[in-house]
């Protein structure tokens, strides 16, 4: 079973535009109408969408470990720091998990780009 990808807002358009062409399922903040949303409820949010967070924004980092910390379930975060992987990479890295993981190894976990 693949998996759902959720794109938080400050993730470049080439990034998604190269996973749609992948096919890889997605929803981005910004079609989901929630541009501006606080980190917590858009991990909440994501997790209601059975759709793991993918994002270059080391405030959800902060989020994701805090929720580690106390058991608050969550569907997963996928992280990539902006200087430490190009375009490309990421997509391919974000199709090859897409594509082979199940839900279940990015419950309450945190997967850090390049793999």
Do not use: W
């Not at 980092?61 to 990479?89: P, T």
């Amino acid at each position: 079973m693949s998996i759902c990808l959720y794109m938080d807002e400050q993730v470049p358009k080439a990034i998604t535009v190269g996973l749609r062409q992948r096919n890889v399922d997605l929803l981005t903040v910004q079609e989901d109408n929630l541009t501006g949303t606080p980190d917590s409820i858009l991990l909440d949010h994501a997790t209601a969408l059975k759709r793991v967070l993918f994002s270059q924004d080391d405030d959800f980092l902060a989020e994701a470990h805090y929720r580690q910390a106390v058991g608050i379930d969550f569907f997963g975060v996928i992280y990539a720091h902006q200087q430490n992987i190009s375009i490309g990479d990421c997509v391919r890295d974000l199709e090859l998990i897409a594509k082979v993981c199940d839900p279940s190894d990015c419950a309450n976990r945190v997967q850090y780009l390049p793999l």
